[in-house]
Every structure is written in structure tokens, then in C-alpha cells.
């Protein structure tokens, strides 16, 4: 079935320190694909998406790339701050279905 | 605030006991969605109900079951509680169902405790 693998936690950086949070996926068909965040306490977010290959999703400083070649959507940003300490999960979302799948989670924290 | 209401936050009971989880929906969405969180599954989608109807099944166990009302709120059922059904359970809501993604707005979730 379709699973989603993000790299393992958690991660912890100093500010401004360049991010990039792996994930890889497999899937059947032309799933979209997403990054969704958890602050303490909270539901999840949608951070950004991409609908198909090579579309670059972003947000807040956020990126990420559809590449269907390495079946990857890694999340990338160039100078983290405090306040984006969170959990990161990568999902995606089958062709013709909407539920998501999601990967296990990255616990980020960014010390001052 | 995703406009995704849960209640109650927090829920403490015994095993082999039956609770009930409610979720209301952003104004306006007619689809919502279950998902179970828990350390050793991770993030898992329960099920699915759209307009009333229910629309897709994930790894829902027989022991849960779930609905949406006319007014579009929904309830999880839980009976027949395990230890390992101690969890976060999230709601979410989006506007419509079809072969497009919408995107989904998840609720502050009901934090579940088995003693």
C-alpha cells in the first residue's frame, strides 16, 4: 500500500541554521503530497503542497519539491527561527481518494 | 484556530468502558474526517464521512464506530476500551468530496486516556 517514510527525530538546530527534513514515498498513481506542522498543543496545519511532479510547494520560508524520479518531498528552509519549533509530518494524498497518509513525524527544535 | 471544534479535550476512563467523541466541522464543509494518533501507530486515518454518508474506511477498528448528523456535526464511539486505545483523535473538516484534493483543517483533537 502507500506509505510515507520521513526521516527520523528529532532534530534540533541552532537559529538561523538551513533546514531539510528527508521524505520519501511510494505510492500507486499520481498521489499530491504534502507537509502539515503541530505546534504543543495544537491540530495540524497544512504548511504547503504540490499536485504533481516538479510543482514546488512553499510557505512561510518553506519549500519543498515533488520529485517523482527520487519519489521525494523533502522540506527545506534557508534560516530557521525559535517559533518554528513544532512536529513536521509529510503525507499524501491518494489519486482520486482524499484521505492522508502520513509519515511518522519530525520533532523539530530551534534553540535560541 | 482552524474553525474545527472537538469536545471533550481531554478523557480519562477505564477499560471496557464506551466513550463518545464529537467533532463539529468548519461552517460550510460537508466532509469530515477521523484520524487516531498514537506513539506506536503514528498518524492514522479512521474513516470518512461525507454529507451524512459515510464515504471511505481506513484501519478503524469493529469496536469504533462513527456518524455524521444532519447538521453535519460528527461523533466517534469508542466501546469495548483497550489500554492501547489511548491516543490523540483528530477531526477534520474540508468542503467537498470528489477526485480533487481539498484541503483538510484538523481540530484541536481529544486527547484519550485508557486506565
Known amino acids: 500500500g502507500n506509505s510515507v517514510t520521513q526521516m527520523e527525530g528529532p532534530v534540533t538546530l541552532s537559529e538561523e541554521a538551513f533546514l531539510t527534513i528527508n521524505c520519501t514515498y511510494t505510492?500507486?498513481?499520481?498521489?499530491?503530497l504534502f507537509w502539515y506542522v503541530q505546534y504543543p498543543g495544537e491540530g495540524l496545519q497544512l504548511l504547503l503542497k504540490?499536485?504533481?511532479?516538479?510543482d514546488k510547494g512553499s510557505n512561510k520560508g518553506f519549500e519543498a519539491t515533488y520529485r517523482k524520479e527520487t519519489t521525494s518531498f523533502h522540506l527545506e528552509k534557508g534560516s530557521v527561527q525559535v517559533s518554528d519549533s513544532a512536529v513536521y509530518f509529510c503525507?499524501?494524498?491518494?489519486?482520486?481518494?482524499?484521505?492522508?497518509?502520513f509519515g511518522q513525524g519530525t520533532r523539530l527544535t530551534i534553540n535560541p | 484556530d482552524s474553525g474545527v471544534t472537538q469536545t471533550p479535550k481531554h478523557l480519562i476512563t477505564a477499560t471496557g468502558q464506551r466513550v463518545t467523541l464529537r467533532c463539529s466541522p468548519r461552517?460550510?464543509?460537508?466532509?469530515v474526517y477521523w484520524y487516531q494518533q498514537s506513539l506506536d501507530q503514528g498518524l492514522q486515518f479512521l474513516i470518512q464521512y461525507y454529507n451524512g454518508e459515510e464515504r471511505a474506511k481506513g484501519n478503524i477498528l469493529e469496536r469504533f464506530s462513527a456518524q455524521q448528523f444532519p447538521d453535519l456535526h460528527s461523533e466517534l464511539n469508542l466501546s469495548s476500551l483497550e489500554l492501547g486505545d489511548s491516543a490523540l483523535y483528530f477531526c477534520?473538516?474540508?468542503?467537498?468530496?470528489?477526485?480533487?484534493?481539498?484541503?483538510?483543517?484538523f481540530g484541536p483533537g481529544t486527547r484519550l486516556t485508557v486506565l
Open positions: 461552517s460550510g464543509d460537508l466532509s
Open positions: 504540490a499536485t504533481k511532479a516538479d
Open positions: 477534520a473538516s474540508s468542503h467537498l468530496s470528489g477526485r480533487s484534493y481539498n484541503e483538510q483543517f
Open positions: 505510492a500507486t498513481g499520481y498521489p499530491s
Open positions: 503525507a499524501l494524498s491518494e489519486s482520486g481518494a482524499q484521505k492522508l497518509v
